[in-house]
């Protein structure tokens, strides 16, 4: 397999969006997401590549780890709810504990959670709430608790469905890895902690993430720290000095770099941009 391209995560720590037949009509090439995300069919089917081909059909929940390359083949009048959301803002939360399914996932088991007939509208209508939400979400009062409870509540659901399909498979060097960069980036850890974690050696893992996702590990321990620091730039009035610290920055000045060499421009100017944005024409970011 090619080396895939990587999808950044949106703004927000967490979206939800309607996927249309037009747009499952999109294949191509492997993808990665920074993010988790899954795919809730409420319409026809598809042949989704991830390791193996799963077929998705309408009452089915398919699940997208972060770091897994995946691609689709082909669509059938396809028509699903789309939620993705950054781990690392939800490491030190209860939603941190319904992560399994993609977990089992991205050791081997099945991509795909049939969901029970008496539970689909339930779950179609926690998508849609959510997508309502993170609709100019920034004129909301408790924007940020809505959203993980609805988030926590999709999540619930999926686990539940999910809690006889079994553990199979053995978990990949990848895998762990980007999970232990999950629960750890926004502390002080390198490639060397990654490394010990996984039982090898720096340049081994090194290579081995590189090849499979198309980023470096310390790329995805960036990629974590900018998405919580994201998420305090939209939600919180943190200055910017302190939001470096809180995800995993003494200097400040290095943190500026990193986030404009990812997003065009500074912390602040991001910040005000997306305000403004918000104000104006509420809507998804991503």
């Given at each position: 397999?090619g080396r895939?391209?990587?999808?950044?995560p949106?703004s927000?720590?967490v979206w939800a969006?309607r996927i249309t037949?037009a747009?499952?009509?999109?294949?191509g090439p492997p993808?990665?997401h920074d993010?988790?995300?899954?795919?809730f069919?409420?319409?026809?089917?598809a042949v989704?590549?991830?390791?193996?081909?799963?077929?998705v059909?309408?009452?089915?929940?398919?699940?997208?780890?972060a770091?897994?390359?995946h691609?689709?083949?082909?669509a059938r009048a396809?028509?699903?709810w789309g939620v993705?959301?950054?781990?690392?803002c939800y490491?030190?939360?209860?939603?941190?504990?319904?992560?399994?399914?993609?977990?089992r996932?991205a050791?081997?088991?099945?991509?795909?959670?049939?969901?029970s007939?008496?539970?689909?509208?339930?779950?179609a209508?926690?998508c849609?709430e959510l997508?309502?939400?993170?609709q100019?979400?920034?004129?909301?009062?408790?924007?940020?608790l809505?959203?993980?409870?609805?988030?926590s509540?999709i999540?619930?659901?999926?686990d539940r469905?999910?809690?006889?399909?079994g553990n199979?498979?053995?978990?990949?060097?990848?895998n762990?890895?980007?999970r232990?960069?999950e629960?750890?980036?926004l502390?002080p850890?390198s490639l060397q902690?990654v490394a010990s974690?996984?039982h090898r050696?720096p340049?081994?893992?090194?290579?081995?993430v590189?090849?499979?996702?198309?980023?470096?590990?310390?790329?995805?321990?960036?990629?974590?720290?900018?998405?919580?620091a994201r998420?305090?730039?939209?939600?919180?009035?943190?200055?910017?000095?302190?939001?470096a610290e809180?995800v995993g920055?003494a200097?400040?000045t290095?943190f500026?770099?990193?986030f404009r060499?990812?997003?065009g421009?500074?912390?602040?100017a991001?910040r005000a941009?997306?305000?403004r944005?918000?104000?104006?024409s509420?809507?998804?970011h991503?």
């Amino acid at each position: 397999m090619g080396r895939a391209t990587v999808h950044h995560p949106p703004s927000r720590p967490v979206w939800a969006g309607r996927i249309t037949n037009a747009e499952w009509n999109r294949a191509g090439p492997p993808v990665v997401h920074d993010y988790m995300a899954l795919g809730f069919f409420t319409g026809g089917s598809a042949v989704v590549h991830q390791g193996d081909d799963f077929e998705v059909r309408s009452g089915d929940v398919y699940l997208v780890p972060a770091g897994e390359p995946h691609n689709l083949v082909s669509a059938r009048a396809a028509e699903a709810w789309g939620v993705g959301f950054s781990p690392a803002c939800y490491a030190a939360t209860e939603v941190a504990a319904l992560l399994d399914p993609f977990r089992r996932a991205a050791s081997g088991a099945s991509k795909v959670v049939s969901i029970s007939g008496t539970r689909q509208s339930h779950l179609a209508e926690l998508c849609a709430e959510l997508h309502r939400e993170t609709q100019g979400a920034g004129a909301r009062a408790h924007v940020e608790l809505v959203e993980k409870s609805l988030l926590s509540l999709i999540l619930a659901e999926v686990d539940r469905a999910a809690s006889g399909a079994g553990n199979a498979g053995t978990q990949g060097i990848v895998n762990e890895a980007l999970r232990f960069i999950e629960r750890n980036c926004l502390g002080p850890i390198s490639l060397q902690d990654v490394a010990s974690f996984v039982h090898r050696s720096p340049s081994h893992l090194s290579t081995t993430v590189r090849r499979a996702t198309g980023k470096s590990v310390m790329a995805w321990i960036i990629s974590g720290r900018l998405a919580e620091a994201r998420n305090r730039l939209l939600h919180t009035d943190e200055m910017v000095e302190v939001i470096a610290e809180r995800v995993g920055y003494a200097d400040p000045t290095h943190f500026i770099r990193l986030f404009r060499r990812a997003h065009g421009s500074t912390p602040s100017a991001w910040r005000a941009q997306q305000r403004r944005g918000e104000s104006s024409s509420p809507g998804r970011h991503g």
